[in-house]
């Protein structure tokens, strides 16, 4: 994940260290945010899954959530320069051919029943939160949902055309030109959400917190309600 959340040393025993990773490319959205996408070696795993990624040799890493499909033959990653970051600058400064150290994937933040379509889902994310988004999006075509992304400005509503028309909806809360002016959790406060929307936020922890009490003051169930926090 895109966040100062923790940095840890290499010697992680969650796989992957026989593989050597090396970077395919880098695609950059904005001056600070870009997308890193590296070898896969036919890995299992789920959208919404995480990974902790370094540059080798470096004995540091970062968890970043995927920002791949499951079913894409790459790992890819959004992330964001962190001021002051040695593990998100050192990513930033790699070139097709280095190798990356790659623990994972794991975690539970994924589509419970991907299968069943005839579910309503509500994403709801800030920043570089909503890389799990784009994964679940690329891997389950058909997905009946509504994709709420909070920004401050409108270069950061990364990859917004990678979305259904109608399904992506930019909250932004210091420029005009989004779908929405204001935060997310202010979007959803005007537009209440139907009863039995499987809903998943991710994104900062005063976001996370606040978009699951507004939902829950909605009615929505707590069973249909999943969080991951960014930061």
């Known amino acids: 994940m895109d966040s100062p959340i923790k940095e840890k040393s290499s010697g992680s025993d969650r796989g992957n260290k026989e593989k050597k990773h ?14 890193l996408r590296v070898d896969r070696h036919g890995v299992p795993a789920k959208a919404g899954q995480c990974c902790t990624v370094g540059v080798a040799g470096s004995g540091l890493n970062r968890e970043y959530s995927l920002y791949s499909g ?11 320069e962190v001021e002051g ?11 097709p051919g280095d190798p990356v150290e790659l623990d994972g994937p794991y975690g539970r933040f994924i589509l419970r ?9 509500l994403f709801v994310a800030t920043g570089v939160g909503i890389a799990p988004f784009h994964g679940f999006v690329r891997s389950c075509p058909g997905l009946d949902y509504k994709l709420l992304h909070g920004v401050r400005r409108l270069d ?5 055309d990678a979305y259904e028309k109608g399904r992506y909806r930019s909250c932004v809360s210091l420029e005009e030109g989004g779908d929405f002016r204001g935060r997310v ?16 936020i991710c994104g900062g922890s005063r976001m996370v917190e606040e978009a699951f009490g507004i939902l829950r ?9 999943f969080t991951e926090v960014f930061f």
């Open 85 to 95: 970051g040695r593990v998100s600058g050192s990513l930033k400064e790699c070139r």
């Open 22 to 35: 090396l970077v395919q490319s880098i695609r950059h959205l904005t001056d600070s945010v870009f997308v």
């Open 113 to 121: 029943k991907e299968e069943d379509k005839s579910r309503k889902y």
């Open 185 to 200: 959790t202010g979007y959803l406060k005007a537009n209440p959400v139907e009863l039995g929307t499987i809903c998943y």
């Open 156 to 160: 950061e509503r990364y990859d917004m």
């Open 217 to 225: 003051s909605q009615g929505i169930d707590s069973d249909h309600l």
């Open 70 to 80: 499951s079913r894409d033959p790459y790992f890819e990653f959004l992330i964001k």
